[in-house]
C-alpha cells in the first residue's frame, strides 16, 4: 500500500472511506492499568485501518479493559495523538511507518531505514518508535504492497506467473494507475530497474480502483497496480504476477501503542493476532466491508471468533 501508503494514511489506498465502524471520543492512555481501564484505538479512516482497530478493541475488551474507538484521517494529528497518549493504539505498516517516524525525526532527506526485509524494517521501527515513547508490538504475517496484476489470458498467452518472466519477455505494457507512479520507486522505475519491465504509458486509473482493474480486463492496459489486500482482483477474472525479487518493502500490519499505556495484558491480547491474520485473511475481510457493505466491528468480531481468539 503498499509503499504509497505514507501518503495515504489519509490514505484511500487501502480501501474506501466506508462508515459501519463505531467511533467514540478520545480518552488517555493513564488511565489504563493491569486491573483495567479505558483504552482509546484508533484507526485511520479507511476499511482496512477501521477492521483492524475493531480487533485490537474487541481484543482489549477481552482482556479486562474498556475500549473506546475514533478515527483519525490526518497523519499528523495521528501521530500527535499517539505521543500524547490521547490515542493508545493504532495500526500501521512496518516499513511505511518506520520511514515516517525517520522523516519526522531526522528531517525530510534522512535516507530510508525499511527495506523488504521485515525484520530489519521491523528494528529500525522500534528504534524510532521508543524515541517517540512509542511500543511496536508483533507484527502479523498480513502484508499490505503494491501488486501488479495482469488478464487471466493475457498470462497464459505468454506464460507469465511472474513480474521476472514479464520482463523476459521483453512486451512492451501500459500501465493502469495514479499518475505518480512514473515517479515513484516502488511502481514504474522499480519495475523497469528490477525487473526489466517496458512500460509504454501511465493509463491513469489509480491504485486499486475498478477503473484500474477494468482497463487490463478490457485490454486498454496490459498491467495494472493493485494491492495485496484487494480480494476482488480474482472476480475480474486477473492474476497478480510475483514480486519475485522483492522490489515492494515489508509493509506488515503491526499494532503501535503508547509506551505508558503498555501492560502485559495489552501486549499478550494484541500480540495474539500476529500469528494468525493473513493477507489473503485481511483480503477477505475488506471484501467484506467494502464490497458486501457489512460493517467493519461486525467482521473484525466474527474473524476473531473464528480464530478462537473471542
Same mark, same amino acid.
Given at each position: 500500500?503498499?509503499? &504509497?501508503?505514507?501518503?495515504? $494514511?489519509?490514505?484511500?489506498?487501502?480501501?474506501s472511506?466506508? !462508515?459501519?465502524?463505531?467511533?467514540?471520543?478520545?480518552? !488517555?492512555?493513564?488511565?489504563?492499568?493491569?486491573?483495567?481501564?479505558?483504552?482509546?484505538?484508533? %484507526? #485511520?479512516?479507511?476499511?482496512?485501518?477501521r477492521?483492524?482497530?475493531?480487533?485490537?478493541?474487541?481484543?482489549?475488551?477481552k #482482556?479486562?479493559?474498556? #475500549?473506546?474507538?475514533?478515527?483519525?484521517?490526518?497523519?499528523?494529528?495521528?501521530?500527535?495523538?499517539? @505521543?500524547?497518549?490521547?490515542? %493508545?493504539?493504532?495500526?500501521?505498516?512496518?516499513?511505511?511507518?518506520?520511514? &515516517?517516524? /525517520?522523516?519526522?525525526?531526522?528531517?525530510?532527506?534522512?535516507?530510508?531505514? !525499511?527495506?523488504? %526485509?521485515?525484520?530489519?524494517? $521491523?528494528?529500525? $521501527?522500534?528504534?524510532?518508535?521508543? +524515541?517517540?515513547?512509542?511500543?511496536?508490538?508483533?507484527?502479523?504475517?498480513?502484508?499490505?504492497?503494491?501488486?501488479?496484476?495482469?488478464?487471466?489470458?493475457?498470462?497464459?498467452?505468454?506464460?507469465?506467473?511472474?513480474?521476472?518472466?514479464?520482463?523476459?519477455?521483453?512486451?512492451?505494457?501500459?500501465?493502469? =494507475? *495514479?499518475?505518480?507512479?512514473?515517479? +515513484?520507486?516502488?511502481?514504474?522505475?522499480?519495475?523497469?530497474?528490477?525487473?526489466?519491465?517496458?512500460?509504454?504509458?501511465?493509463?491513469?486509473? *489509480?491504485?486499486?480502483?475498478?477503473?484500474?482493474?477494468?482497463?487490463?480486463?478490457?485490454?486498454? =492496459?496490459?498491467? *495494472?497496480?493493485?494491492?495485496t489486500?484487494?480480494?476482488?482482483?480474482?472476480?475480474?477474472?486477473?492474476?497478480?504476477?510475483?514480486?519475485?525479487?522483492?522490489?515492494? /518493502?515489508?509493509? /506488515? &500490519?503491526?499494532?503501535?501503542?503508547?509506551?505508558?499505556?503498555l501492560?502485559?495484558?495489552?501486549?499478550? =491480547? &494484541?500480540?495474539?493476532? #500476529?500469528?494468525?491474520?493473513?493477507?489473503?485473511? $485481511?483480503?477477505?475481510? /475488506?471484501?467484506?466491508?467494502?464490497?458486501? +457493505?457489512e460493517?467493519?466491528?461486525?467482521?473484525?468480531?466474527?474473524?476473531l @471468533?473464528?480464530? *478462537?481468539?473471542?
Amino acid at each position: 500500500m503498499a509503499a &504509497l501508503v505514507a501518503l495515504i $494514511l489519509g490514505l484511500a489506498a487501502c480501501g474506501s472511506d466506508t !462508515s459501519g465502524s463505531t467511533s467514540g471520543g478520545s480518552s !488517555s492512555g493513564a488511565t489504563a492499568s493491569s486491573a483495567g481501564g479505558t483504552l482509546t484505538v484508533a %484507526d #485511520a479512516g479507511f476499511t482496512e485501518s477501521r477492521i483492524l482497530a475493531e480487533m485490537y478493541a474487541a481484543l482489549l475488551e477481552k #482482556a479486562g479493559y474498556k #475500549a473506546e474507538r475514533t478515527s483519525v484521517q490526518q497523519t499528523e494529528l495521528a501521530q500527535s495523538s499517539l @505521543e500524547k497518549g490521547i490515542v %493508545d493504539a493504532m495500526p500501521q505498516y512496518v516499513a511505511t511507518y518506520a520511514d &515516517l517516524l /525517520n522523516t519526522e525525526i531526522n528531517g525530510a532527506q534522512a535516507a530510508s531505514v !525499511s527495506s523488504p %526485509d521485515l525484520q530489519k524494517s $521491523l528494528t529500525a $521501527l522500534r528504534s524510532l518508535a521508543g +524515541r517517540r515513547g512509542l511500543t511496536v508490538l508483533n507484527p502479523a504475517s498480513a502484508v499490505d504492497q503494491n501488486a501488479f496484476a495482469v488478464s487471466r489470458s493475457f498470462a497464459t498467452e505468454h506464460k507469465l506467473r511472474t513480474l521476472s518472466d514479464l520482463g523476459a519477455s521483453g512486451l512492451s505494457v501500459k500501465l493502469a =494507475a *495514479g499518475p505518480e507512479c512514473a515517479t +515513484r520507486p516502488f511502481c514504474q522505475p522499480g519495475l523497469e530497474k528490477t525487473y526489466g519491465i517496458k512500460v509504454s504509458e501511465i493509463v491513469r486509473t *489509480g491504485v486499486d480502483t475498478p477503473q484500474t482493474k477494468a482497463a487490463v480486463k478490457d485490454g486498454k =492496459a496490459q498491467l *495494472g497496480l493493485v494491492l495485496t489486500t484487494d480480494a476482488t482482483v480474482a472476480d475480474s477474472d486477473l492474476v497478480v504476477l510475483t514480486d519475485d525479487r522483492k522490489l515492494q /518493502n515489508a509493509d /506488515n &500490519l503491526v499494532p503501535i501503542v503508547t509506551t505508558k499505556s503498555l501492560t502485559p495484558k495489552i501486549s499478550a =491480547a &494484541l500480540n495474539s493476532l #500476529a500469528p494468525v491474520l493473513t493477507t489473503a485473511d $485481511l483480503g477477505e475481510l /475488506n471484501k467484506k466491508v467494502d464490497s458486501s +457493505r457489512e460493517k467493519p466491528a461486525d467482521v473484525a468480531r466474527s474473524y476473531l @471468533e473464528d480464530k *478462537g481468539l473471542l
